[in-house]
């Protein structure tokens, strides 16, 4: 058992907010984020993984590291923290090195191949949400999620 009931070998969608989530604003957005992100760390993490394919997906993949929609170890899917993922994606692939186009064909190639709701109107939420990240930390206005 846990704080959402017992746990079972798949994802549970949440569509709730959780309790203790802030909201962060960015390009005319605002979108909900776990207590305790700090989109700067997730920016600083990429660094040295240029080329590095397998460990970036091992950080901000289905179930990564900052795939911060995932709670793998509830088994938890927080779809209002969707948006928040793919800003985290784009800041993370920034501190990797990667151009915003890059990041994009990249980020596409990998959602082709993994995403189960991969489609046009997702493609255009994805690069939405990968830029903006990409862009805050290109112009150095990361910030942290405190409670």
Not at 29 to 57: H, M
Not at 90 to 110: K, Q, R, V
């Amino acid at each position: 058992m846990g704080p959402y009931g017992p746990y079972s070998t798949r994802l549970s969608i949440r569509k709730d907010v959780p309790e203790g989530s802030c909201t962060c604003k960015y390009g005319g957005e605002t979108f909900f984020v776990p207590a305790g992100t700090d989109f700067k760390l997730i920016a600083e993490a990429g660094k040295g993984y240029w080329g590095d394919i397998d460990e970036i997906r091992r950080q901000i993949g289905q179930g990564g590291t900052y795939d911060l929609q995932r709670d793998m170890a509830h088994n938890q899917f927080f779809t209002v923290y969707t948006p928040t993922a793919n800003f985290a994606v784009g800041a993370y692939m920034h501190g990797a090195g990667y151009s915003l186009s890059t990041m994009s064909m990249l980020g596409l190639a990998y959602a082709l191949r993994n995403s189960s709701n991969f489609s046009s109107e997702q493609i255009g939420e994805w690069l939405k949400w990968w830029a903006m990240g990409w862009t805050a930390a290109e112009y150095g206005v990361l910030s942290i999620c405190k409670q």
